[in-house]
């Protein structure tokens, strides 16, 4: 549960254990960890933002300066943790427009979210971009450019891992159990159909989860915690019933002397998440 504190867009709440648990379950991640209740999948505090990002859409005036759009998507995420969030901790956390800027293709718009603990020390950064399609900004560019997380392509000859992850059918009913995530055309085959794919797909952010565990598996040692930053593209939508094939590769040393990867996802040998990358603290950290 989030209630307002003082804002339309600012929110607390707790990481409450069973709600933790659940997440990991609903994601296909069994990591020892989430499941005694010692830590928190990466992508958890993404269901507890939900109603801050969408408040924080309704609120921006930025769709009156977009001309043209076809319709968004969730273009891409990028998460950054600047401590520990753990189970059974109160929360509070904001949402505000970020950036807007203008590509060949559309307009990215940014909102970014801060999860702090209840003394106000930021914990979790949330970049979470928006591309509307074909959309053409009626002025200027906005905010700062986000930071690269785009992939080295000589890093494909420093493979880390591969891993793969499991995808059930009902993987995407679970997904909005525990995010309250219903978007239509993962519920509904009739929607789906509608707005251009075969079947149901899977929420965004429920193959980014499941890509996410793969990544603390195969390249933290399965700890969390060893987290600084988790980005990626979404490029192609994901499927129930049809893995995700995970591949890790090594992106060398980040400024603060932790290890860098870099990681695509495919299904099918379709590419969904593109230009992945994790950022690992310090071996003595």
């Known amino acids: 549960m989030t209630v307002d504190l003082k804002g339309e867009n600012r929110f607390w709440g707790r990481i409450d254990e069973d709600a933790a648990i659940a997440y990991a379950e609903a994601t296909n991640d069994r990591n020892p960890l989430y499941l005694e209740g010692t830590a928190v999948p990466p992508m958890f505090s993404a269901t507890l933002i939900l109603p801050a990002q969408w408040g924080a859409s309704r609120a921006s005036s930025y769709m009156t300066r977009i001309a043209g759009s076809r319709g968004s998507v969730h273009g891409e995420h990028d998460v950054y943790f600047r401590g520990d969030i753990q189970p059974g901790m109160s929360l509070q956390w904001e949402a505000g427009l970020h950036s807007i800027k203008q590509t060949r293709g559309g307009v990215v718009v940014t909102h970014r979210t801060v999860l702090s603990d209840a003394e106000g020390s930021p914990l979790v950064d949330h970049f979470w971009s928006n591309f509307h399609i074909g959309g053409?900004?009626?002025?200027?560019?906005?905010?700062?450019?986000?930071?690269?997380?785009?992939?080295?392509?000589?890093?494909?000859?420093?493979?880390?891992?591969?891993?793969?992850?499991?995808?059930?059918?009902?993987?995407?009913?679970?997904?909005?159990?525990?995010?309250?995530?219903?978007?239509?055309?993962?519920?509904?085959?009739?929607?789906?159909?509608?707005?251009?794919?075969?079947?149901?797909?899977?929420?965004?952010?429920?193959?980014?989860?499941?890509?996410?565990?793969?990544?603390?598996?195969?390249?933290?040692?399965?700890?969390?915690?060893?987290?600084?930053?988790?980005?990626?593209?979404?490029?192609?939508?994901?499927?129930?019933?049809?893995?995700?094939?995970?591949?890790?590769?090594?992106?060398?040393?980040?400024?603060?002397?932790?290890?860098?990867?870099?990681?695509?996802?495919?299904?099918?040998?379709?590419?969904?998440?593109?230009?992945?990358?994790?950022?690992?603290?310090?071996?003595?950290?």
């Open 136 to 285: 053409v900004i009626e002025g200027s560019d906005f905010g700062p450019d986000l930071a690269s997380h785009v992939f080295p392509e000589d890093a494909r000859g420093r493979p880390v891992a591969s891993q793969t992850v499991h995808v059930d059918r009902d993987q995407a009913f679970r997904y909005a159990g525990v995010s309250a995530d219903f978007a239509g055309h993962a519920m509904d085959d009739t929607i789906a159909l509608r707005e251009g794919y075969p079947s149901k797909i899977l929420q965004g952010m429920c193959t980014f989860a499941m890509c996410s565990g793969a990544v603390v598996d195969a390249g933290a040692g399965g700890d969390p915690r060893r987290l600084r930053r988790l980005a990626g593209r979404f490029s192609s939508p994901a499927f129930p019933r049809r893995d995700l094939v995970v591949n890790l590769f090594d992106a060398g040393l980040t400024a603060e002397g932790g290890r860098a990867l870099v990681f695509e996802a495919n299904q099918d040998d379709v590419t969904v998440i593109s230009h992945g990358r994790a950022e690992l603290v310090p071996d003595e950290a």
